[in-house]
């Protein structure tokens, strides 16, 4: 229904600042929540952030809140995750994910759609 691919990872040192972007492709983008997953190596899929398919509501996982800004612009299909104050631990591949409900879910069972991912990585 909608592919999704990601962009801007990269190596930031930490303290430093980095934006992931997601690129929709194809359908009708702003019928979906979006959100924001990442992994590391060993552990599960951890939520970072949503938001609602008009943009007025976020939600945030406890390791981002007050660092990570989630924000969309439909017009370009395109959802983005401003990482501030970035550590060691943020170190993750960064998946976003698409989901056809209208309430904001934080399960990565919850979304029905996943780009590739991009990788962050912070060093100290």
């Known amino acids: 229904q909608v592919q999704l691919r990601e962009s801007g990872g990269g190596l930031v040192q930490a303290g430093g600042s980095l934006r992931v972007s997601c690129a929709g492709s194809g359908r009708t983008f702003s019928t979906y929540v979006m959100g924001w997953f990442r992994q590391a190596p ?26 990570f ?27 976003c994910a698409a989901r056809h409900d209208v309430s904001l879910g934080i399960s990565a069972n919850d979304y029905d759609y996943w780009g590739q991912g991009t990788q962050v990585t912070v060093s100290s």
């Open 42 to 67: 060993g552990k599960e899929r951890e939520f970072v952030a949503a938001i609602s398919r008009g943009g007025t509501v976020t939600n945030y996982g406890d390791s981002g809140k007050g660092r």
């Open 69 to 95: 800004t989630i924000s969309r612009d439909n017009a370009r299909n395109t959802v983005y995750l401003q990482m501030n104050s970035l550590n060691a631990e943020d170190t993750a591949l960064y998946y």
